[in-house]
């Protein structure tokens, strides 16, 4: 044991804090009996401190000339009794839950993290291992938080002029030609000028990131040469990954991510963290022991209440963390305080929100967690994302969600898909299309409560959704039975690659038409990065595990990507140029403001109001909507109020090119064409056409056209 001096220091905050020459420790255990804080010099070597004050469970201690730079790590004492929830293993080093900085990856061939002697028995987990695995962990790292910010300002874009580009840290730039190689892959690359400059060109407003909390790879992807590269298996709720970091791993990586996001902020690009709170990297009772399972296993996961040896597992991983506790509760809060406070971050998407949000058992909408962040006053005023469902009984929960949160809407995601393969009404289609009114409509939200994708990291991207109708998973060494049975794809007739240019073209095609549904609907967008260009995984919907060119952007476009990369800017700014397109209010079909037209009307092909047979038909799926810009003014951001233009979109989901003909003169005289996905090149305004003539529009195709002169 240490004969260093040490003082007793303070129970807050916990983590460590450097102050005043030293650093104080400080974490909790309820169910520990002794505690080590193990310090580590540049060689490995260990000296363990006896940390012996604690006050309100909180274990804690002060290192006078301990500072910045210091490697780290836990042994807690207490009963190995897994029988009773229990499974404390000094041997075992941990990481502290509060680090914000972790260096190195697991080495699982140096030692085991395995608390139990492992066996092929049904009872391994029961007998401790003692054998010693410090040589094997990474160490959390004590930081100096100080970074110079320069008057950063967070963008605060509204909702309702918001548009999500989700993508991941390593992925969007590890083959980016304009990238600097030793920045590739890496937070600094993601604030590169290359980088800034496509969100800028693109027209996003917003990057929302597949995890950076610092994570561990599963054992069994390890022994099969892969890896988690989306990094939904955290272990440091406050350490951004090191891998990401080209700068380094010893505290370099929390000033290169802050760095990211002060670029970011300057190209007027928010930040969104894709957080994972529902699960740790530790698995279910035959997983290994990093930190939580070790500090305190009864508190900080949900085990089962007959037999706490096992876990509940709403989360399909193993596990499932206890928010229900108020000191795992505590964590997730201050965990989210930290990212906003100290690293600016504009918002959060929460993985498996349901899970966050079971009291007991049920997914309780006002659970303490929903309680804590709406009274906090910093995080009630971030973007708060959730995805509305978890694995558990009752967990899908799209359109349950309370006031503040958005949400995935995976209806919307569902109903789409199906209507662009001809298999859903097109009343379904017009419900999501303007904002999901019977999901949010009735409970204080708005339709920026719907976050409004097609395609998500989590399946096929959507130049795959159209080429493939199975999963190809293959390259993941799970015989392809990992990833989901896509029921909504369409492949056009042809599966997977081809150079039959009518099959290539209607793909194309495809695509265009579900880019302008997503971006031209009432709601919030949120684009897969790289579906703006056609981005292909070969056919991978669960390509959880491949570090490398399936997942990589590849930025050697082909004449066809570029065509792609185009039109999608062009519909962005579409979107962004008129407010008639992003509403902040439900459309109501009603006129107001003493005009003569309502916000939004339906029509049949033959220009006439739809009927309420006309709503439930699958066999044509086409329809037109009229949106009604010029009498329903915008209120900008001061107050101002802004008149819009009046837009007409011709939707044709049917596999054969149909005849429209454009409503009366009272919805207006003339119509100019603003963008075709049957023609994607024409130039907006280049054609025009009067009321009551007729429009050809091509089998599968959107036809958008802007009033050009006032209705009579």
């Known amino acids: 044991m240490s004969d260093r001096e040490v003082w007793p220091g303070t129970p807050f905050p916990l983590g460590p804090w450097v102050h005043d020459g030293g650093t104080n420790f ?54 190995y009794d897994p029988e009773n929830g229990h499974r404390f293993n000094a041997a075992k080093l ?6 914000k900085a972790i260096d190195g990856e697991m080495q699982w061939e140096r030692a085991s993290a395995l608390p139990y002697i492992p066996d092929d028995s049904d009872t391994a987990d029961l007998e401790p291992d003692d054998e010693d695995d410090a040589e094997a962990m990474p160490k959390c790292l004590v930081i100096d938080p100080a970074f110079d910010w320069e008057g950063d300002e967070l963008p605060r874009h509204p909702w309702n002029q918001t ?20 920045l590739r892959g890496t937070y600094g690359g993601l604030a590169s000028p290359a980088a800034l400059k496509y969100f800028k060109e693109l027209g996003v407003t917003a ?106 597992d709403f989360t399909g991983t193993g596990n499932s963390l206890n928010p229900v506790h108020p000191s795992v509760l505590r964590l997730i809060m201050d965990s989210l305080r930290y990212w906003v406070i100290d690293c600016h971050v504009d918002g959060f998407r929460f993985d498996l929100a349901s899970a966050l949000a079971r009291e007991l058992y049920d997914v309780d909408r006002l659970s303490a967690f929903f309680d804590t962040i709406h009274q906090d006053p910093v995080l009630s005023q971030v973007k708060l994302i959730a995805e509305p469902w978890d694995v558990g009984p009752g967990g899908y929960q799209v359109g349950n969600f309370p006031v503040l ?14 209507f662009w393969r001809g298999n859903t009404s097109v009343g379904d289609f017009a419900r999501r299309l303007t904002g999901s009114s019977d999901l949010y409509g009735d409970d204080g939200r708005q339709p920026a409560a719907s976050i409004n994708f097609i395609t998500a990291h989590d399946g096929f991207t959507l130049a795959d959704l159209v080429a493939y109708n199975e999963k190809h998973n293959d390259d993941n060494l799970e015989d392809n039975k990992d990833g989901t049975d896509d029921n909504r794809s369409w492949n056009c007739g042809v599966e997977g690659i081809t150079d039959e240019p009518e099959i290539l073209e209607l793909r194309a095609r495809q695509q265009r038409n579900m880019l302008v549904t997503l971006l031209l609907s009432q709601g919030v967008p949120m684009l897969l990065g790289g579906d703006e260009f056609s981005r292909s995984q070969g056919g991978n919907n669960n390509a959880w595990c491949q570090d490398n060119e399936i997942s990589w952007y590849d930025w050697e476009r082909d004449e066809q990507q570029l065509q792609m990369l185009a039109f999608t800017k062009r519909v962005i700014a579409l979107r962004q140029d008129h407010p008639v397109f992003r509403r902040r209010h439900f459309l109501l079909g009603e006129a107001s403001n003493g005009g003569s037209l309502p916000d939004a009307w339906w029509f049949r092909l033959d220009g006439r109001k739809m009927t309420q047979r006309d709503w439930g038909t699958t066999d044509r799926n086409v329809v037109g909507l009229f949106l009604n810009g010029h009498e329903f003014p915008y209120r900008g951001r001061r107050g101002e109020q802004i008149v819009d233009d009046s837009f007409l979109l011709l939707i044709n989901a049917h596999h054969e090119d149909v005849t429209f003909t454009l409503p009366a003169r009272r919805w207006g005289q003339m119509w100019a064409i603003e963008l075709s996905t049957a023609e994607p090149g024409t130039a907006p305004g280049s054609a025009t056409h009067a009321a009551r003539s007729t429009i050809e529009a091509l089998a599968r195709s959107v036809t958008v056209l802007k009033r050009i002169n006032p209705a009579t």
């Not at 990401?244 to 928010?270: C, D, N, P, W």
């Open 207 to 312: 990057v929302e990131l597949l995890p950076v909390h610092h994570n561990a790879d599963e054992h069994f992807l390890i022994d099969k040469g892969l890896s988690n590269y989306w990094g939904y298996s955290s272990i440091g709720y406050l350490a951004p990954h090191s891998d990401y970091a080209a700068t380094g791993s010893t505290g370099e990586q929390v000033r290169e991510f802050k760095g990211m996001v002060k670029a970011l902020h300057r190209a007027g690009i928010e930040v969104i963290l894709d957080v994972v709170y529902n699960h740790t990297a530790e698995g279910n009772h035959l997983g290994p022991m990093l930190s939580f399972k070790g500090i305190d296993n009864a508190t900080y996961y949900r085990l089962m209440p007959d037999d706490p040896r096992f876990y509940m």
């Open 163 to 182: 548009v999500i580009y989700e993508t991941h840290v390593k992925g969007f730039t590890m083959r980016h030609p304009e990238v600097r190689e030793d």
């Open 405 to 418: 949160w958005t949400e995935w809407n995976g209806i919307y995601r569902d109903e789409m898909r199906d």
């Open 26 to 79: 400080s974490i909790f255990s309820e169910h520990a009996q002794r505690v080590e804080l193990c310090l580590f010099d540049a060689d490995d070597d260990e000296e363990r401190i006896e940390v012996v004050e604690c006050t309100a469970f909180n274990w804690h201690c002060y290192l006078p000339g301990v500072g910045a730079g210091q490697r780290y790590g836990y042994r807690v004492y207490g009963p």
């Open 94 to 99: 941990l990481l502290d839950p509060y680090a």
